[in-house]
């Protein structure tokens, strides 16, 4: 899975888009607009979303009019890491796309944005709705639509509706790592909320763990994150200066890195001069099986119980606000809860 390319970002490859250019007599040549197309496909299927965004955004412009696979394309774009607006993209590529082959794809990568987005349970319903839409519009064969709509009735607290569209999706993967994450999710829907304890054990950079156990009695903001991703580059002074300003309290942040090249990871540290706790998760594989982590960034403050507190994804303006008065109430209940 090249950088940290999740399950539960349906997959956006070049076909898709070479499915919408009309064919060729001998000697005819693609237009601009189609080339772009092409390339930026070529550009997510290498993981370097933001340079797939400009290739879509292009497509679009050179197009002479409205163009439901570009947008298609930017949501998709946005939804893996490059800075742009992905539910604006998504709703345009779902109003562009209806009735065209790519519209069970634009109402993917719409409610992946909304899920991602989660601003309030509005999101998240709507992200159900869409969801939903692409069960009936793939005949009920999209698998990864039943199982996120499954996690997101669950998270919606809607747990008959959410237990039976799991149940579905098992029986399309009786077997395999998302059938096992179905199965708990089934067997313990508040698995998907915060106010619970995890252990985890990670990799450090400089080769020791980096363990649950390790750091009770912190704080802890885990910071989910990868070298390819533009929100999270965004966010990095803010985190920087929150490190920073908690230093003399029980707080650490740790960041979590989801490339693949360890290398590449280690250089961006070193020159970003990331002095805190760094961790190696490749693919994020810990992160998508303890957190349940399904894009980038994603942040998670644990109280010094161990206790997850807050869950965050993605970086937006304000989020350094909420992701401090996470820590700061974490840090007084820490400092309020009986010892024992």
């Not at 763990?209 to 885990?222: A, F, Q």
């Not at 693949?260 to 594989?285: F, G, H, I, L, Y």
């Amino acid at each position: 899975m090249q950088r940290a390319r999740l399950a539960f970002l349906a997959p956006f490859v070049l076909l898709a888009f070479l499915a919408v250019i009309r064919p060729y007599a001998d000697g005819q040549q693609p237009t601009a607009s189609e080339t772009e197309l092409a390339r930026g496909s070529a550009l997510l299927d290498e993981g370097r979303p933001a340079e797939a965004w400009a290739a879509f955004e292009k497509a679009a412009a050179l197009a002479g009019a409205p163009c439901g696979a570009c947008a298609l394309g930017m949501a998709t774009a946005a939804n893996r890491g490059a800075a742009g607006d992905a539910v604006a993209a998504g709703r345009r590529a779902v109003q562009l796309l209806a009735g065209d082959p790519l519209e069970a794809a634009a109402h993917s990568q719409l409610a992946i944005a909304l899920y991602r987005r989660d601003a309030s349970r509005k999101d998240l319903e709507e992200a159900a709705d869409h969801f939903r839409q692409v069960v009936v519009l793939t005949g009920g064969e999209s698998r990864m639509a039943r199982m996120n709509l499954g996690r997101v009735l669950l998270r919606l607290g809607r747990r008959k509706e959410g237990v039976a569209e799991l149940e579905e999706f098992l029986k399309l993967v009786p077997s395999g790592p998302d059938a096992d994450k179905a199965r708990a999710m089934i067997a313990d829907p508040g698995a998907l909320d915060a106010k619970r304890k995890v252990a985890f054990r990670f990799t450090g950079l400089d080769g020791r763990e980096i363990t649950s156990d390790g750091l009770r009695g912190k704080v802890v903001l885990l910071d989910f994150w990868a070298t390819w991703c533009e929100p999270c580059n965004a966010a990095l002074p803010h985190l920087r200066r929150l490190a920073r300003d908690l230093a003399r309290k029980p707080f650490v942040l740790v960041s979590v890195a989801a490339d693949e090249d360890e290398a590449v990871v280690k250089s961006r540290v070193a020159k970003e001069r990331m002095t805190w706790p760094q961790a190696w998760d490749p693919n994020v594989k810990v992160g998508r099986a303890i957190f349940d982590v399904t894009s980038l960034p994603a942040y998670f403050v644990l109280g010094a119980d161990g206790t997850v507190a807050f869950a965050g994804r993605g970086w937006a303006e304000g989020q350094e606000r909420t992701i401090r008065a996470a820590v700061e109430s974490a840090l007084a209940n820490a400092r309020t809860r009986p010892p024992g």
